[in-house]
């Protein structure tokens, strides 16, 4: 196992700090895993204690392990190239210079703003994303945005003739046999997340699009626990060949797909470089804490769970160690740290 010691100790310190309530993490090297689990579920109206088989709502990491993965079993059937224009599935979008290929690296330079969005019933909501108007970053800037993917679950809706979640649990998650995904957990097994309301958050997402759109949603909702995204992370790194697509589309991932004045991305997943051979290392990250790190070159990654949004969103100071965390993880796992 790779030394990890530098980026244990920030992990662990985010405890200790109270930055964060607990954290559950694992750290993957080929077939070794380590996993811990410190602090605690939560820490209000009552101190509970954090479970290391614990689910998390994943906020973000829907997009790219439940919403883009039906997407990627569809290109490696040869059904869709990506190529394809958003409007072809989606009439009612009528910019028909947006290709799928745009929402999945975040360069469709769809404008992402909604005047009294979370007002909106579930179908105001899908009307309002749906003609939300192009703007003139389109293709030239990677701007992150819900939208994006909101947008290419309505898009396999329109091909499945089912929601987005519905089609992930059967084309996804039953196929890969995980026990512990679901966009309807037991509560009981549920991390707490922010109070909303004057309520506690359980086995609830804390995203209000989430919450509005239920199943129609392909950016946020899912949840799930350590032992099953490692089931993912071994996938991805070519450990196990339990994902709904092929190895050869999986390594697909891990290369830029935006031209080189744009910042790096791959489809769905963020994109770092390995500070000596400068091949790309994927990434994703969650507003409710959640993190995922993966290096297929050397077969290793680092998953890390927090309820960094409990009791309160209002938590800035992780978003400055959490990157400190995805910086020092990459250096550890470079080669030149590896012969030391």
Same mark, same amino acid.
């Given at each position: 196992?790779?030394?990890?010691?530098?980026?244990q100790h920030l992990i662990e310190s985010?405890?200790?700090?109270?930055?964060?309530?607990? =954290?559950?993490?694992?750290?993957? $090297?080929?077939?070794?895993?380590?996993?811990? /689990?410190?602090?605690?579920?939560?820490?209000?109206? @009552?101190?509970?204690?954090?479970?290391? *088989?614990?689910?998390?709502?994943?906020?973000?990491?829907?997009?790219?392990?439940? /919403?883009?993965?039906?997407?990627?079993?569809?290109?490696? !059937?040869?059904?869709?190239?990506?190529?394809?224009?958003?409007?072809? *599935?989606?009439?009612?979008?009528?910019?028909?210079?947006?290709?799928?290929?745009?929402?999945?690296?975040?360069?469709?330079?769809?404008?992402?703003?909604?005047?009294?969005?979370?007002?909106?019933?579930?179908?105001?909501?899908?009307?309002?994303?749906?003609?939300?108007?192009?703007? $003139?970053? #389109?293709?030239?800037?990677?701007?992150?945005?819900? @939208?994006?993917?909101?947008?290419?679950?309505? =898009?396999?809706?329109?091909?499945?003739?089912?929601?987005?979640?519905? =089609?992930?649990?059967?084309?996804?998650?039953?196929?890969?046999?995980?026990?512990?995904?679901?966009?309807?957990?037991?509560?009981?097994?549920?991390?707490?997340?922010?109070?909303?309301?004057?309520?506690?958050?359980?086995?609830?997402?804390?995203?209000?699009?989430?919450r509005q759109l239920r199943s129609d949603?392909?950016?946020?909702?899912?949840?799930?626990?350590?032992?099953?995204?490692?089931? #993912?992370?071994?996938?991805?790194?070519?450990?196990?060949?339990?994902?709904? *697509?092929? !190895?050869?589309t999986t390594s697909l991932l891990f290369?830029?797909?935006?031209?080189?004045?744009?910042?790096?991305?791959?489809?769905?997943?963020?994109?770092?470089?390995?500070?000596?051979? !400068?091949?790309?290392?994927?990434?994703?990250?969650? #507003?409710?804490?959640?993190?995922?790190?993966?290096?297929?070159?050397?077969? @290793?990654?680092?998953?890390?769970?927090?309820?960094?949004?409990?009791? /309160?969103?209002?938590?800035?100071?992780?978003?400055?160690?959490?990157?400190?965390?995805?910086? @020092?993880?990459?250096?550890?796992?470079? *080669?030149?740290?590896?012969?030391?």
């Amino acid at each position: 196992m790779i030394d990890y010691h530098q980026t244990q100790h920030l992990i662990e310190s985010m405890v200790s700090e109270r930055i964060v309530p607990g =954290v559950n993490y694992a750290f993957i $090297d080929g077939e070794q895993i380590f996993t811990s /689990t410190v602090g605690f579920a939560s820490i209000y109206p @009552t101190v509970t204690q954090l479970s290391p *088989f614990a689910m998390y709502d994943l906020a973000s990491l829907t997009k790219v392990l439940a /919403t883009e993965n039906i997407l990627l079993k569809l290109y490696d !059937q040869g059904k869709i190239n990506f190529s394809e224009p958003l409007s072809a *599935f989606i009439p009612e979008f009528k910019d028909n210079r947006v290709r799928l290929s745009h929402l999945l690296t975040h360069t469709s330079g769809i404008k992402g703003w909604i005047p009294h969005r979370d007002a909106l019933n579930h179908d105001e909501l899908i009307k309002a994303i749906i003609n939300l108007p192009v703007t $003139d970053e #389109f293709n030239q800037i990677m701007r992150y945005a819900d @939208t994006n993917f909101i947008l290419l679950g309505l =898009v396999i809706k329109s091909l499945y003739h089912e929601p987005v979640q519905t =089609v992930a649990v059967n084309e996804v998650i039953k196929l890969m046999g995980l026990k512990h995904t679901s966009f309807y957990p037991r509560v009981d097994s549920c991390v707490p997340t922010a109070i909303v309301n004057n309520t506690v958050l359980q086995g609830i997402p804390h995203d209000p699009k989430a919450r509005q759109l239920r199943s129609d949603c392909g950016s946020a909702g899912l949840f799930s626990s350590m032992e099953d995204l490692i089931k #993912f992370a071994q996938g991805y790194l070519g450990l196990r060949n339990n994902l709904p *697509f092929s !190895q050869e589309t999986t390594s697909l991932l891990f290369d830029n797909k935006v031209a080189k004045n744009i910042k790096p991305r791959s489809w769905g997943w963020d994109i770092r470089f390995d500070p000596e051979y !400068q091949y790309p290392i994927i990434l994703h990250t969650g #507003f409710t804490g959640t993190l995922i790190i993966l290096d297929r070159h050397r077969q @290793t990654g680092l998953i890390l769970l927090t309820n960094r949004i409990h009791p /309160t969103g209002h938590n800035t100071i992780f978003l400055a160690m959490r990157e400190k965390i995805i910086q @020092t993880f990459i250096e550890e796992n470079s *080669f030149e740290t590896r012969i030391k």
